[in-house]
């Protein structure tokens, strides 16, 4: 009994701490959803109801972000575990400069978001002095130039994953290439004296080693990418309605604070789906997990 009890104070600051930054604000939040019609400065509702339910699923702005949040995940959570578990490959097969090649390129997660961002828009902006250092490649191979950060909606969310792409890739690097040194390498010993093939030794002892770790990412990469926003707002700017390349997450910042704002309702509406979204996802992928992932 005294165990228990010492173990529950040690827990105690995390659980006030999860209570009242984590658990207290999304009951708040869930609540404020329901609320039809409320003031923020007066704190006063016109009533209770799924009428902020029905207006966000029926925006157009909201259903434009649903769109770009969902292609953003589909294309960058498996494009970015994929090049991050190659780069890993061939980082751990050499020995010469490793640690070199590591931070090089480990560089762009410590770089600030925004910072890249200025730096994409050069790479792939059109300015009357020059279309972007992307169109002179394309020229050169004989195409034509293509508005990358004001032109059609494709080029636009090209940018926007190849950006996403280049800045969870790093982290991602960081985490299979320790996961890679874990791995017993009495394991691959013996497969080279059964004469076994680098594919099925890949297939049969490095994935099943890894694949905690790469559970992890896929996770961690699906909630990130549904979280997005500073990505965008870096190439786009802050009117992403206007580029048509917002975000849930930006959908409900400018219902709380943009040129929308006002409306903590249907923010709170919309957060609320998200969230409904993220959790179905996550618990998918846990299903999923129980029958691929080897502990």
């Known amino acids: 009994m005294k165990k228990n009890l010492k173990a529950w104070l040690y827990l105690l600051p995390a659980i006030l701490f999860l209570g009242a930054f984590l658990v207290y604000p999304l009951i708040d939040v869930f609540i404020y959803s329901f609320e039809e019609g409320f003031n923020f400065a ?4 016109l009533g209770v109801g799924g009428y902020n339910y029905s207006y966000v699923l029926h925006d157009p702005y909201f259903l434009q972000a649903v769109q770009n949040t969902f292609i953003l995940v589909i294309i960058t959570v498996p494009v970015s575990t994929g090049l991050a578990l190659l780069i890993s490959l061939g980082l751990s097969s050499i020995k010469p400069l490793r640690n070199l090649y590591q931070t090089i390129y480990f560089l762009p997660y410590v770089t600030n978001t925004l910072a890249v961002g200025l730096v994409f828009m050069i790479l792939f902006q059109k300015t009357p002095y020059s279309d972007g ?8 191979f004989g195409g034509s130039s293509i508005d990358f950060i004001d032109g059609p909606y494709w080029a636009k969310m090209f940018v926007l994953c190849f950006y996403t792409v280049w800045v969870v890739l790093p982290f991602k ?3 299979l290439t320790s996961a890679l040194a874990s791995v017993n390498q009495d394991y691959y010993k013996a497969a080279r004296v059964d004469g076994t093939s680098k594919f099925r030794t890949f297939t049969r002892i490095t994935l099943p080693m890894i694949s905690p770790m790469i559970f992890y990412l896929v996770i961690t ?8 926003y500073s990505d965008a707002v870096a190439l786009f700017g802050t009117d992403l309605n206007a580029a048509g390349m917002n975000t849930i ?16 309702s249907y923010a709170s509406a919309a957060a609320i789906i998200l969230f409904a979204i993220v959790l179905t996802i996550t618990c998918i992928n846990l299903l999923v997990s129980k029958k691929h992932v080897h502990y």
């Open 221 to 228: 990469g699906f909630i990130g990418a549904f979280k997005a």
């Open 249 to 264: 997450v930006g959908y409900v910042y400018d219902m709380l604070y943009g040129d929308s704002g006002g409306y903590p």
């Open 133 to 140: 250092l992307v169109n002179l490649l394309i020229n050169w």
């Open 173 to 175: 690097i960081l985490i």
């Open 42 to 45: 007066s704190q006063t509702y």
